[in-house]
């Protein structure tokens, strides 16, 4: 191929990559990394965002083990990606190849979301966020003044609890297999709210006056949905009732809370709202939720 023609080819690929983004606009570089990556809903969800929002631009998962994570950082600079999701394992040690932690992630220990500002990456963490959005929607409109019941501790709670607190709930105690991690982590925020720990065996004590449990435990998770981390006797009729699984869709405590008259929430809102955050924060442009749930659905049923 001659030199003229090879460059008029070169400029046709260009103004191809670059369709429908707008003159002179680059295609979104988006994606998440994890190890295993391959079970990931984000991909499905976020490229019918984009979708949605006419936005040119592509969401890919990403394979990465934890001894060439940072490298995979490095490559978000030098390939020009907006920003990345990050899950598991990487949440922790991701917050070391950082240029900026935001105030909630480093509280909170763990970072999902990266934005790419011109070579700048800051971290962020709208797990908690997003669950507190998705159960302001679609179960509890109001959470000041309200008693909060949550079970489990661990990465996933100090989010949810952390999120929670700028809600100025009532009181917001915390029920853990291992007593003092619940202790540990009350402590560790009593100056953010009103915070209490405690172990599994004195919820008789708890329960009769929350207006709210949240579990973050994995108990009734898939494979093994008849598990319930509460005796159904313990539930107080007619509350709301959260649960942070998303699979099996409504687990075993939902179940039970539903026939005392509760109201029930399941996990999926979680998943969708912590990435409606971060395509916010990506974009600049509101999520398209209802786009997004029905990707993931739809990748679900599959
Ligand atoms: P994690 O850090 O491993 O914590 C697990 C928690 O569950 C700990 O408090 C642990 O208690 C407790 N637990 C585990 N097995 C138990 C049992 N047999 N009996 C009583 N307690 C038990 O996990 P994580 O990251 O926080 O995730 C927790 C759950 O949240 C998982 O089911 C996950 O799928 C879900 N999640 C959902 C979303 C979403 O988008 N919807 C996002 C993140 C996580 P000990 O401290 O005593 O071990």
Known sequence: MGEQASHEKREREEARATEGAGAGQQPLLLGVIGDPIQHSKSPAMHTAALEACGIAGAYLPFHVKGNRLEEAIRGIRALGFRGINVTVPHKVEVMSCLDRIDEGARLIGAVNTIVNDEGVLTGYNTDGIGYIRSLKEEAAPELKGKRVLVLGSGGAARGIVY????????????????????????????????????????????????????????????????????????????????????????????????????????????????????????????????????????????
């Not at 994995?218 to 006797?233: E, F, I, K, Q, T």
């Not at 539930?235 to 809370?257: F, H, M, W």
């Open 163 to 302: 999120a929670l607190l700028q809600e100025q709930p009532g009181l917001v105690t915390i029920a853990n297999r291992t007593a003092e991690k619940a202790r540990e982590l009350a402590a560790e925020w009593a100056h953010l709210g009103s915070l209490s720990g405690c172990g599994m065996e004195e919820l008789d004590a708890v329960l009769p006056g929350v207006d709210l449990i949240i579990n973050t435990t994995s108990v009734g998770m898939h494979p093994h949905v008849g598990d319930c981390p509460l005796n159904a006797r313990q539930i107080p009729e007619g509350i709301v009732v959260s649960d942070l699984i998303y699979n099996p869709l409504k687990t075993e405590l939902l179940r039970q809370a539903e026939v005392r008259g509760c109201t029930i929430h399941s996990g999926l809102g979680m998943f969708i709202y912590q990435g409606a955050y971060a395509f916010e924060r990506w974009t600049g442009r509101s999520a398209p939720i209802e786009a997004m749930r029905a990707a993931v659905l739809a990748s679900m049923h599959q």
